[in-house]
């Protein structure tokens, strides 16, 4: 028998009985949890509950959203409309601006009066997202204005919420625009009634929120939102792909048009905004404060989503209002947070600081306000928490990252102590895989000026070898049979001579430190440069080949710290294997290296051009080869070498010349153009003569 057709899913049919019995079923009482006095919520450290703490009950009964309301759908006519819409603003293919322009305006006549319906649709959200990116100042103004009023309910819709962050991001740069242009700020529209400003807008904005902060904090949607508006009326820089940043969701899809790179990254930079802005803020700031207790508010740093908000708030409040903000117990967010002055191992904030440096979400709280915090705050918690320690907290997984925040803003005394606490636990350091402390010790004496052989000698220790430090186990290489010559690239994947495997993320942090080394003069770098010579040929293209590893190498071809012998020595290493190398996705970045590499060395940038040209045919029939051809000016070398060797020569010189190890073979198979010298040259050798015949008179 043919079955009776049904909805599936058990959540369809409650809502549907819901909605018809909405009114004969009594509304249910929202119970309340029995309140605790602040000694005993004080004794322990309690993790925020958004059900637990009151906070979503308040807000419901002071008059919150409750459920969103439903602004109707698109039907199916409308739908495929938008959609092909969005798909044709997508691939971007029209004949020109004016073609483009014509049609958004097609666009947004169809969508007038349905633009509530297209953020909150699935399908469609995309193309409000792309109109937005693509609109005029104007249209970015009609568009606030028919969100208005709305924002409270569009900022917690999980696709009308992306629309209210792509509008503000875009609407930023015209705030500063119409600061320096008065007369476009009320500038009147197509259809006659001047615009309000931008300015207005999103201060109209902000006062629709007023009252909501606190429960948008730990909103899933909203809490995004709220963070890129708090960037906006803040003028700070905006850079989602910087990993400091606590504003952009890392699932978000990236909304983009074909051909317009400017519009595809969502980026601000920092901007002048208008006094009005920062008076917004300090209320959105006071209101955070207000509606929340010392416990709730340090409750709300182990929360997902209302940690990086708490985060972006503390950062405001220390760099736009002032180092002095932070002092001020009244308002201050800082001082709600830790309210003990001074603060003892047995206060309240003693309690959540130690909580705070062994969680994974509050830990960063805590880099924030070290970060950030007051100089006379942070030697406090220094002296009381850090100082003593600091050794001991480096080996941990997460407190690690709280050091290195500690070690960038200690002065050189208390950098040197810590310093002799943590070089001792290096090799444990080094063994659990956590560089990333030793990395900001390194690059932390290399700005205070700091003797770091101590660190040298614990780290030749860990990587050592019968014959000295070991570059090759620290990045993990192992070195592979001389006579297979496709062999290198699958050794650069290969574990080290040990049995166990090491991830990716473990060679990239060795690799890191690896590079940081190379970047400090003295004992470090002198590590690096020496294990990198005693190389043999096989293993240096295994290295070059590695798409991890290869960094170190391109960063000791290129730093300052290098020396023309070591330079010389290294690229030996690679001949015959240059053709090969361009070839390569890794091994191409290390050619290029060598271009800047040669400074110094123009017979040996000479040598690896001839060999790059003795494979032109396989270059040319690749794109990472084609690159490789195009940076070294291999056209201009095999057209007019001449011209090829006298541009080359100006960029790299002769100082230091170092001559060939096969007794200089190769300088005397050189062309008699090629050894011509140069009228700069000759210049420069009269000039040299003219001032040695002047001292010899001078005695």
Known sequence: ??????????????????????????QPQVKRRKSS????????????????????????????PGELPFYGMLDEEEQEYFKRADEMLELNQ??????????????????????????NSQSCSRLMERLILLSTPEQLKRLFQK??????????????????????????????????????????????????????????????????????????????TLRVLLVVLSGQPFT?????????????????????????????????????????????IRESVSGLDTTQLQALATHETGNPTLQLLLQIELTIFGKQKGRDEQDSLLRKLIPDNPITEDSPSATFINSMLYDTVGSRLLETIIEFAPAKVFKSLYREFFKERIGRLARNEIAGYVVCKILERLSPEDLSASMELIVPEIPSLIERNRTTVIRTLIERCAVRGLDTTPIAAKLEASYA??????????????????????????????PPSTSTTHSHSETTHCSLLAQTMVQTPGPLSALIFDSLIRLTPTLSVALARDPIASRTLQAALTAGTTSVIFRRKMIQHFYGHFGSLALDPSGSHVVDAIW?????????????????????????????????WRNWQMDLYKRRRGDWVVMSRRGAGNDGFQSFPDGGKAGRDRSKEERKKTPLELARERHVAKKLEKQRKGK
């Open 240 to 284: 989602p792909k910087n990993p400091k940043s606590v504003i952009k969701s890392k699932r978000k899809e990236k909304i983009s048009v074909a051909g317009i790179e400017s519009l595809n990254s969502l980026t601000l930079e920092k901007r002048t905004v208008p006094d009005s802005f920062y008076g917004a803020l300090k209320n959105i």
């Open 147 to 224: 969100f208005s009023t709305h924002f409270l309910n569009l900022v917690q819709h999980r696709f009308a919420s992306h629309c209210c962050e792509a509008l503000f991001i875009q609407a930023a740069p015209l705030v500063t625009e119409e600061l320096v242009n008065t007369d476009t700020s009320n500038k009147e529209g197509t259809g006659g009634a001047a615009l309000p400003s931008i300015e207005e807008l999103f201060l109209s904005t902000v006062k629709e929120l007023e009252g909501n902060v606190g429960y948008l904090f730990t909103d899933r949607f909203a809490s995004h």
């Open 465 to 494: 070898s019968p014959s000295g430090f070991d570059i090759a186990r620290m990045l993990r290489l192992v070195e592979t049979s001389p006579t297979s010559p496709k062999k290198p690239k699958e050794a650069s994947k290969a």
């Open 94 to 119: 029209f004949g020109d601006p004016e073609e483009r322009t014509l049609f958004l305006e097609n666009v947004y006549r169809e969508a007038d009066g349905k633009e509530l319906k297209i953020a």
């Open 37 to 64: 006095t602040n000694e005993e919520l004080s004794a322990d450290f309690i993790p925020f509950d958004a059900h637990d703490a009151g906070f979503a009950e308040e807000y419901q009964e002071n008059g919150g």
């Open 596 to 628: 800047q590499g040669t400074q110094g060395l123009a017979f040996i940038r000479e040598r690896v051009a001839e060999e790059l040209a003795e494979n032109e045919a396989s270059l040319r029939e690749s794109g990472v080869g084609r690159t490789i």
């Open 1 to 26: 028998m043919p079955k009776e057709n049904k909805r599936r899913g058990r959540r369809e049919q409650e809502k549907k009985r819901k909605l018809e019995h909405a009114e004969e079923e009594p």
